[in-house]
């Protein structure tokens, strides 16, 4: 695997769940691959699980690891062409790129959705331009669209939960105070199409995901009637993507809460974290004895590992 910035990148989805599967059931089995490799990760916004799930991935197949906060002790990058850098920026992402590359043989980029254009953000400019200039294979640590290796550690902890051959899994938008990317829900729309899922979106009016993620999904606007007989509860807040990046609702009867998970088939609670309580879920329905927060964030490993190994093999 070249590049890998869509979870359907994986191709057939059992065989990438098998491979999890193995890798999961012994992690130190394969070291010979990363033997004097170098990952490096790039870091254009805040993470805790990406950064320490895709680092301990690294370390299980025997790869060295470097990290790159860019806004913490890097130049300040500029980023459109043409400017005239006179202000705080030192330096340009088009020389900073290829300048990374020469330091690894991998690379990891985490950079959201700047919300500042649509069309940027939905075109990947960052993402793309270390593809182009980084002369490295590259994967995705969530850009402006797509979260793959969450949507893979998603699919993971579902088939590992699952007591029917075809759940019926809700991803319900929840308020949050502040905009978010819809990286995470784009992504997690890709992974159900590549399964067997009785799968539902619930989202106000006004957050309807981009067209083009959608696709034949089912898409409710009432929360309730898609939480009756679910399998599994996905929360999660997204920005509006047709009023671009814009909070148009704080609305906490959009919170999933004990009475609201009442209404499904006992369902399990999946949330990609960070997540804020009693905003997006309450404390006793994350607390639950059906939340998966916690085995849903360590499969992030599984995840991360699966993908780097796959990377290792075409180097
Ligand atoms: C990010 C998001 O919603 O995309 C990262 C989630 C993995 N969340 C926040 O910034 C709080
Ligand atoms: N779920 C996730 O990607 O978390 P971080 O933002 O902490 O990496």
Not at 76 to 85: A, C, F, P, S
Not at 149 to 154: K, S
Not at 225 to 239: I, T
Request: net charge negative; charged share 25%; hydrophobic share 40%.
């Amino acid at each position: 695997m070249k590049t890998f910035t869509s979870v359907k990148q994986l191709g057939d989805l059992g065989e990438a769940l098998t491979q999890a599967a193995a890798v999961k059931a012994d992690p130190f089995a394969d070291q010979a691959p990363g033997r004097n490799k170098t990952l490096l990760l790039v870091f254009f916004n805040n993470s805790l699980r990406t950064r320490l799930s895709t680092q301990k991935a690294a370390l299980n197949l025997g790869m060295d690891v470097i990290v790159l906060d860019v806004n913490q002790g890097a130049w300040r990058l500029e980023t459109g062409r043409g400017v005239v850098m006179d202000g705080d920026k030192s330096e340009h992402l088009l020389e900073a790129i290829p300048v990374m590359g020469s330091y690894c043989d991998l690379i990891g980029v985490r950079s959201f959705a700047r919300f500042e254009s649509r069309e940027d953000d939905y075109n990947e400019v960052i993402l793309n331009q270390f593809i182009q200039y980084s002369g490295r294979p590259v994967f995705s640590m969530e850009a402006a669209t797509r979260h793959p290796l969450q949507t893979f550690a998603d699919l993971i902890t579902i088939e590992e939960h699952k007591t029917k051959a075809r759940p019926k899994v809700v991803m319900t938008w929840a308020p949050h105070p502040k905009a978010l990317p819809q990286a995470v829900p784009n992504s997690f729309v890709e992974g159900m199409a590549m399964g067997d899922y009785d799968f539902v979106i619930a989202n106000p009016e006004g957050y309807d995901l981009a067209p083009e993620f959608v696709g034949n999904a089912r898409v409710t606007h009432d929360q309730d009637e898609a939480l009756r007989g679910a399998d599994f509860v996905y929360a999660k807040n997204w920005a509006s993507y047709t009023d671009y990046g814009k909070v148009l609702s704080k609305d906490l009867g959009w919170t999933v809460t004990k009475e609201k998970m009442a209404l499904t088939d006992n369902a399990f609670f999946m949330h990609c974290l960070p997540v804020r309580r009693n905003m997006i879920v309450t404390d006793e329905v994350i607390e639950g004895p059906r939340s998966l927060v916690i085995p849903e964030a360590a499969n992030r490993v599984v995840s991360a590992q699966t993908v780097l190994k796959r990377m290792l093999e075409s180097l």
